[in-house]
């Protein structure tokens, strides 16, 4: 197994701010590296693939970054909706998950 | 448009049994990899196995912890995804999603879809 490791585990922000989200693999992982997000009741969401292509109909202020272990998440000008939880997955080798980052409203 | 229908989840005791389906409609269902996800109250995704198309030779895979007491298998014919779940342990509590791997992405699997999933709840 790969372990992904995701930090913060949970951070609060307002409406408007920049927020970063990082995710490290254990060992190397090219640009396999997707981003998730989950809201309650709601069906995964893909976000971005391949480290930084944005899902199609996925908003701008999404990007991500990164290649072989180190990866992130930026969201620009948080929006409500945006409260969430992100989850990182791997995918150069089987399939992996980060354990989340909880996103809440300061 | 690509819809997934997870169904058959239920409160089940340990050391009981399930089976899960997943219909899904609006793609090529018998060329994609299909793939079980779960979530526990509380916990992060895990992913659990995939079996691939039958015209890759239908072989699967599973993650190590349910190797021997989940078997996901598939019907072409019904457009349908299972999941047969036996001994069934407190752990296997969760919220059960089916999605199928990005096509071309097969080897390095990327899920644009997901159902709404189907709760399995273990407990005595």
């Known amino acids: 197994d790969i372990q992904m490791t995701q930090s913060p585990s949970s951070l609060s922000a307002s409406v408007g701010d920049r927020v970063t989200i990082t995710c490290r693999a254990s060992q190397t992982i090219s640009i396999y590296l997707n981003w998730y997000q989950l809201r309650p009741g709601k069906a995964p969401r893909l976000l971005i693939y391949a480290a930084s292509s944005l899902q199609s109909g996925v908003p701008s202020r999404f990007s991500g970054s990164g290649s072989g272990t180190d990866f992130t998440l930026t969201i620009n000008s948080l929006q409500p909706e945006d409260f969430a939880t992100y989850y990182c997955q791997q995918s150069f080798s089987s399939v992996d998950f980060g354990r989340g980052t909880r996103l809440e409203i300061k | 448009e690509v819809q997934l229908v997870e169904s058959g989840g239920d409160l089940v005791k340990p050391g009981g049994s399930l089976r899960l389906s997943c219909v899904a409609s609006?793609?090529?269902?018998?060329?994609?990899?299909m793939n079980w996800v779960r979530q526990a109250p509380g916990k992060g995704l895990e992913w659990v196995g995939r079996?691939?198309?039958?015209?890759?030779?239908?072989?699967?895979d599973y993650v190590a912890p349910v190797k021997d007491r989940l078997t996901i298998s598939r019907d072409d014919s019904k457009n349908t995804l299972y999941l047969q779940m036996n001994n069934l342990k407190t752990d296997d509590t969760a919220v059960y999603y089916c999605?199928?791997?990005?096509?071309?992405?097969?080897?390095?699997?990327?899920?644009?879809?997901w159902g709404q999933g189907t709760l399995v709840t273990v407990s005595s």
């Open positions: 079996i691939r198309s039958t015209t890759d030779g239908g072989t699967i």
């Open positions: 609006g793609f090529t269902f018998s060329h994609a990899w």
């Open positions: 999605s199928p791997s990005r096509p071309g992405w097969e080897l390095f699997p990327v899920f644009d879809y």
